[in-house]
């Protein structure tokens, strides 16, 4: 089983479009900006060797692409779940749709450590 050695969180949005996989994909965006994930290299694996979890929170589940979320990832093997949380912020101008905003969290794990 692989051992989970790094856990980072992050949070996005969608101002005006109501787009929860844009706002998913900038809250992976967010947390990866907070850390450079060197954990293969310094255990001695390949990058591609990471098993990456990725929690996503969102008002609308279904509405996300969790393929588009994985693919932000360059390398490893990614996993998307995707909950009911965040929050939709109403905004009193236009249109009325809300600001879309997501609360991820990333896991990184290798085997064998």
């Known amino acids: 089983m692989p051992k989970r050695l790094l ?56 509405r996300v692409d969790v393929a588009k979320v994985a693919a932000v990832f360059p390398y490893g093997t990614v996993s998307v779940t995707v909950t009911k949380g965040g929050l939709d912020v109403p905004r009193p101008d236009g249109d009325g749709l809300p600001t879309v905003m997501a609360n991820v969290a990333i896991s990184v794990a290798l085997e064998g450590i």
Request: with cysteine.
């Open 7 to 62: 856990t980072e969180f992050g949070m996005g949005t969608s101002l005006r479009r109501q787009d929860y996989t844009q706002a998913a994909c900038r809250g992976v965006e967010n947390a990866l900006w907070h850390n450079s994930i060197n954990l293969a290299e310094l255990f001695g694996k390949e990058k591609a060797d990471m098993h990456i979890t990725v929690d996503v929170g969102v008002q609308q589940p279904e």
